[in-house]
């Protein structure tokens, strides 16, 4: 991968130190607004980053990546903000209450 989440590796700001790529955006959303903001632009940093490098990710396995951006980031949001914007369409989002926590969305038909 891009990024390590191997302790061994060393933090996220040791493992871009050494290149990386800067990705500036702004937004007139209040923090903690409850919008999802942050585990939208995560999704979509990934996997514009991911499809940069010629790369690719399954629906389920960036929901999760996104989770885990968030909840490193200490943010305390993230387990199911990212599914309505990498996903199209009408869903439901559910996950069990145990950890470590796993989303499972859904698609509704609108037939």
Known sequence: GIVSLDP???SLEE????GGL???????????SGL?????????????V???????????SLIHAVQNVEQMLTTGGGWQDQVGALLGG???TRSAPQLPLHVVAESIPLD
């Open 8 to 10: 061994t590796a060393g």
């Open 15 to 18: 493992q871009l130190t050494t």
């Open 22 to 32: 800067e990705v500036c955006s702004w937004s007139e959303l209040p923090q903690g």
């Open 36 to 48: 999802g903001s942050s585990s939208i632009l995560a999704g979509v940093v990934m996997k514009a």
């Open 50 to 60: 991911l499809l940069a490098f010629g790369k690719d990710m399954d629906e389920e």
């Open 90 to 92: 009408a869903k439901v």
